[in-house]
C-alpha cells in the first residue's frame, strides 16, 4: 500500500508544481490531459472563470471506438483540436497534469497540433 500512496503522492506533487505556472485566460485557455488505464480526457479550460470550452473525451459515444494507446491519442488530439478551432480557439496553454510528456499525453498534444492549435 505505501508505494501506491507514494506514487499518488508524487503524481499531486508534480501537478501542483506544474500549475503553480500555468493558468489559462479567455485568450490562451489551458488545454489539460488525464488519462487513466481505460479511458483519455482533453479539456481545454479558462481558468479565471472556471468554465470548460471544450472537452473530448473515449468516454463520448461517438468516441467510444478508441483505445487507451498513443495512436488512438492523436487521434482524440485532432478531434480535440478541430473542436477548438471551430469554437474559435488557436492559441492555448499546455497542461500535462503531472504525467511525463511521452507516449499518450504528446501524442495528445501532436494530433492537436496537426489540427492547427498553437501551444
Do not use: W
Not at 49 to 78: F, P
Request: overall charge positive.
Amino acid at each position: 500500500m505505501n508505494r501506491i500512496i507514494d506514487k499518488k503522492r508524487k503524481h499531486a506533487r508534480r501537478k501542483l508544481h506544474i500549475r503553480k505556472s500555468i493558468s489559462g485566460t479567455a485568450l490562451r485557455p489551458r488545454m489539460s490531459v488525464f488519462r487513466s488505464n481505460l479511458h483519455m480526457y482533453v479539456q481545454v479550460i479558462d481558468d479565471t472563470t472556471g468554465t470548460t470550452l471544450v472537452s473530448a473525451g473515449t468516454v463520448e459515444k461517438d468516441l467510444a471506438g478508441l483505445r487507451n494507446n498513443v495512436e488512438d491519442a492523436g487521434k482524440l488530439g485532432e478531434i480535440l483540436g478541430q473542436r477548438c478551432i471551430d469554437k474559435g480557439i488557436t492559441t492555448v496553454v499546455f497542461d500535462r497534469n503531472g504525467y511525463l510528456y511521452h507516449g499518450i499525453v504528446k501524442a495528445i498534444a501532436d494530433g492537436a497540433r496537426k489540427a492547427g492549435v498553437k501551444f
